[in-house]
């Protein structure tokens, strides 16, 4: 990879204020709202030339209306994500609609926002869904790391991605003394090859300023794991608002000297392009 790879982020958000013709659900950090042409700006701004979409679950839940309508107006910046109910009865009808839809990329599970198991139905039929549609599963699985193992081992021709490290991160600074006690747990992932991770929000876990000096040596077992080739990095933009700029969580990646240039080529989109069969045009 060189310089001519596109820097693509791996996870950003995208909302509408809450109103009654789309209420929120819950609660996502960040503004107000952050449209799609926010978030098109914020991206220019700071020479990031596309990224992954992900409808937010917090406050749409399984409904990714508004990423479609964000998908429309900027076709060539986002590929797009959705998280999938693994208690919804026509999980296979589901997935089929999902990915006739243009520039849907992929599905997302949020093991770490309900209670299950490895052997639920409704998780394995994602999985199973995923692997006929050839798109990757996002799995959000911080708390959860043994049932992502288990997911792992049962679906070999799943492509699974590991958000956010695998690691609980925070809304609110400073990042907790413990954020890296679970890494033992998710370098064993890396024994997977159908796994793959997102190195997405790691300054929120720095207790060093910008630019988070500190964070590297776990990243950099994270990286030796997995290979580099195997490693997305993200911003998780608008979650991190409160912890960093967005203009920060790209710097961070290419002011360091951790990474030789076609390592931060293939991290901060090639690695991605690969796995998600998406680029940005």
């Known amino acids: 990879m060189t310089s001519s790879t596109p820097v693509i982020d791996v996870q950003v958000h995208a909302y509408k204020r809450n109103h009654p013709g789309r209420p929120w659900h819950g609660h996502l950090e960040g503004p107000p709202e952050v449209t799609g042409d926010d978030m098109v700006a914020a991206m ?23 990423a479609l309508e964000v998908y429309d107006q900027h076709s060539g910046c986002f590929g797009l994500v959705s998280p999938f109910a693994p208690d919804s009865e026509n999980i296979e009808q589901q997935m089929e609609e999902w990915t006739s839809h243009p520039g849907v990329v992929g599905a997302r599970i949020m093991l770490a926002r309900i209670e299950i198991e490895a052997d639920n139905p409704g998780v ?3 999985l199973a869904a995923g692997a006929k549609s050839n798109i990757p599963i996002n799995v959000m699985c911080s708390g959860k790391l043994p ?3 288990e997911m792992a081992r049962k679906h070999p021709n799943t492509q699974l991605i590991v958000d956010h490290l695998g690691l609980a991160q925070p809304y609110e600074p400073p990042a907790p003394p413990d954020a890296w006690d679970d890494l033992p747990a998710v370098l064993e992932l890396a024994e997977f ?12 876990l720095a207790h060093e300023p910008f630019p988070y000096a500190d964070i590297w040596e776990p990243l ?17 933009w608008t979650r991190a608002v409160n912890l960093l700029t967005y203009e920060q969580g790209v710097e961070a990646f290419r002011v360091t000297d951790q990474l030789t240039d076609s390592e931060r080529a293939t991290l901060m989109g090639g690695s991605l392009m690969k796995i998600y069969n998406w680029s940005p045009s």
């Open 147 to 149: 049932i992502f193992r």
């Open 193 to 204: 090859d159908n796994v793959a991770i997102k190195i997405s929000g790691a300054g929120t």
């Open 44 to 66: 220019d701004e700071v020479g990031v030339d596309g990224a992954i979409l992900v409808s937010p679950f917090s406050m749409y839940q399984y409904d990714a209306s508004y």
């Open 124 to 126: 394995n039929q994602i």
């Open 220 to 236: 950099t077992q994270i990286f030796n794991a997995y290979t580099i080739d195997r490693c997305m990095w993200g911003t998780d």
